[in-house]
């Protein structure tokens, strides 16, 4: 079975502190944490926002804690099935704001962060570290790779993977949907975030990911497109004939 690579600072997890006087100033402007520069994502900075981590690159925002609208609309679209959760996995993990927002509706369930920048995802376990770190499972690694090889099952796939504010092309193919899709358990979710940069590369996306998940919604706000499954229907079985 495949075991994800585990990256070095899964150990003792420093934890962000947050001084009051920056919480304060946070809600007239941002707040300067951290800087730093990757090789994967250039320049980037940990800001905090009206209370909230956010992370800027040179090509976009990502994140905002438990006001990240993506996860905040997964959340309120399957607040039924929330309570059943009790596995994520999170391809592109950004700050981990996922978790933050079902942490803020009482869940904590074991997550799989898999995010191939390691800048963001210490930042991101630093963050999530006043949790129990003992559900977190950070996998520094690209999306990509990470499902050609998993065989692990999971009760969410959240997929927010950007570069700058494109989806790479791999999301969107049917061997990458169908690895998700596979890797969902019984009854399992797929949510997937997409920006409409292009109308019409977004509706050829549409039309691959209807033809994997044909059971599925989109959530729309402002560019945001994000995918919502729902549960295949079990295939209905005639009854014999009588007489």
């Not at 559900?135 to 950007?162: G, H, T, W």
């Not at 596979?182 to 997409?194: E, F, I, M, Q």
Request: hydrophobic share 40%; charged share 25%.
């Amino acid at each position: 079975m495949h075991r994800p690579h585990q990256p070095r600072f899964t150990k003792g997890r420093p934890v962000i502190r947050i001084a009051f006087h920056q919480k304060l100033l946070s809600y007239l402007q941002a707040v300067s944490l951290k800087r730093s520069r990757s090789d994967i994502s250039g320049c980037l900075e940990l800001l905090l926002y009206r209370n909230q981590f956010q992370l800027l690159t040179e090509g976009a925002f990502y994140s905002d804690g438990d006001r990240y609208y993506p996860a905040v609309a997964v959340a309120k679209h399957l607040k039924e099935f929330l309570p059943a959760v009790k596995s994520v996995l999170v391809l592109g993990a950004g700050l981990g704001s996922i978790v933050h927002v079902m942490r803020a509706r009482g869940y904590d369930p074991r997550c799989t962060l898999v995010e191939k920048d390691k800048t963001v995802l210490r930042w991101a376990l630093e963050i999530l570290g006043e949790g129990d770190a003992r559900k977190i499972e950070p996998v520094c690694r690209d999306a990509e790779s990470f499902m050609a090889q998993n065989e692990r099952k999971y009760d969410l796939v959240f997929v927010d993977v950007f570069k700058g504010r494109a989806v790479p092309d791999f999301v969107t193919t049917p061997l990458f949907l169908m690895q998700c899709r596979d890797s969902l358990s019984p009854g399992g979710r797929l949510a997937l975030n997409y920006i409409e940069v292009d109308k019409h590369e977004w509706e050829k996306a549409r039309t691959v990911l209807a033809g994997v998940f044909p059971a599925c919604q989109v959530v729309s706000k402002d560019d945001n497109r994000i995918l919502i499954t729902s549960p295949s229907p079990s295939p209905e079985i005639p009854e014999p004939p009588r007489g």
